[in-house]
Every structure is written in structure tokens, then in C-alpha cells.
């Protein structure tokens, strides 16, 4: 294993977009899917890869350990990482022995899932393409059962999960939590603790009241 090479695309280090704190990200080549708006086409191909094994990873992100701080760590991320979870776990196994927070940033995509593995990181950082599986398979060119079938698995693990959602048809659905109709209560106290927030640098209830009124008048209009 230590001198087995990976099939990581770049490595970037002092990240501050890939989860919590500062991070070294570690992108690895090949993904099953062909999203029409891929953040990195280049890594959907297995070739374009680093020189670099195992025990050379390892070494790199052990001397960014002092800048992580509380709140960073590691993020594997793609293409997509749930291919390489074979040779990611023996690293993760590793690293985890030195207390360095690990992400996992993925779109859930695998028909192999080693829960083992999953277990061990501290954040799934979970690519949201779409909620409708005609509007995945038209986006993605994939089947959104693989998807659910991974989240199902995510339920028997105790792991912080983030979703990301990173397209428009997927807009609705976020907004139906903060629509009346679906969640009143929610909403009351939101526009609440608004009103009285901006109450007191405004010096005028009822003006406040109107502007945080607003956002939630449109959404209940649109949903």
C-alpha cells in the first residue's frame, strides 16, 4: 500500500470552500457522471493524474496539520471519491489516528458502499444534482436510485451530513420549508426573531416587520 498510486487529478491546500476551517483538498480522478454543469470535467476521465502514492499524501497533508487549527482538516473530494474507496481507506484509517478532521465531498454515486469507511469521517459533504429522478437522468446522465440508496446507508451512521444543492430545479423544494403552508410554526417564529432583531437597530417595529415580511409573502406566492 505505501508506494500503490492514487488516482487524485491536484491537491490544493488552504482551502476555505470545501468545508469547515482550513483544508487540504484532495480531488480524485474518474466520475460515473456527465453533469452538464461540472465544476471539473477534466477529472471525469481516469487520465490527467498526479505522481503520487500513498505515503507522499500522507506526508502532505500530516504538515498542514498546524494550520487546520480546531476546525479544519482533509476534504476528498472529485470526481467523484466514492471510486477510490479502497485505497482511501487505509489513508483515512491513518490519518484519523493523528485526530485530523476528514470530509468526504460526494455525490452519493456508488453502487459499492463501505459503511466501515464512511463511519470515519467527520463531515459527508453531499452533492445535492437533483430531487427528481427525470431532471437527475437529464442533468446527470444517472440514476437517482443509487443516490437514495446511499443516503438510506447514511441513516445507520452517526455522521455530520451537509447538503449541497447546486442546481435551480432543486429551488422549490428548499423553499417549501419556509413556506406556511408546509411549516407554520417554523415560519412564525423566524419572522419573529427577525422583527425583533431588526426592531431594535430600527428603531420601528412595524417597518421591520414589513421588510422580513416581504421574502415570505413571495415565497408562499410561488410555492
Do not use: W
Not at 143 to 160: C, G, R
Amino acid at each position: 500500500m505505501k508506494n500503490s498510486k492514487l488516482t487524485v487529478s491536484k491537491i490544493e491546500s488552504f482551502s476555505c470552500v470545501d468545508g469547515p476551517g482550513i483544508r487540504t483538498v484532495v480531488f480524485f480522478n474518474n466520475c460515473p457522471l456527465r453533469c452538464k454543469f461540472c465544476h471539473n470535467p477534466e477529472m471525469q476521465q481516469e487520465f490527467n493524474k498526479l505522481d503520487i502514492n500513498y505515503q507522499k499524501l500522507y506526508k502532505l497533508i500530516l504538515n498542514n496539520k498546524p494550520y487546520y487549527k480546531n476546525t479544519g482538516g482533509v476534504t476528498f473530494s472529485g470526481g467523484e471519491p466514492l471510486l477510490s474507496q479502497k485505497s482511501m481507506y487505509k489513508l483515512v484509517k491513518k490519518l484519523k489516528k493523528e485526530n485530523i478532521n476528514i470530509a468526504l465531498d460526494t455525490s452519493g454515486y456508488s453502487k459499492k458502499i463501505n459503511l466501515k469507511l464512511l463511519k470515519m469521517f467527520d463531515y459527508i459533504l453531499l452533492d445535492i444534482k437533483s430531487i427528481y429522478p427525470d431532471k437527475f437522468n437529464y442533468l446527470t446522465g444517472g440514476n437517482i436510485e443509487l443516490v437514495d440508496n446511499f443516503i438510506n446507508k447514511l441513516n445507520e451512521i452517526n455522521t455530520k451530513v451537509f447538503l449541497l444543492f447546486n442546481h435551480f430545479s432543486n429551488l422549490p423544494a428548499f423553499l417549501s420549508v419556509f413556506s406556511p403552508r408546509n411549516n407554520p410554526n417554523l415560519v412564525t417564529g423566524v419572522i419573529i426573531a427577525l422583527s425583533i432583531i431588526a426592531n431594535i437597530f430600527l428603531k420601528n417595529f412595524f417597518i421591520a416587520l414589513i421588510i422580513f415580511l416581504s421574502p415570505f409573502i413571495i415565497i408562499f406566492l410561488l410555492i
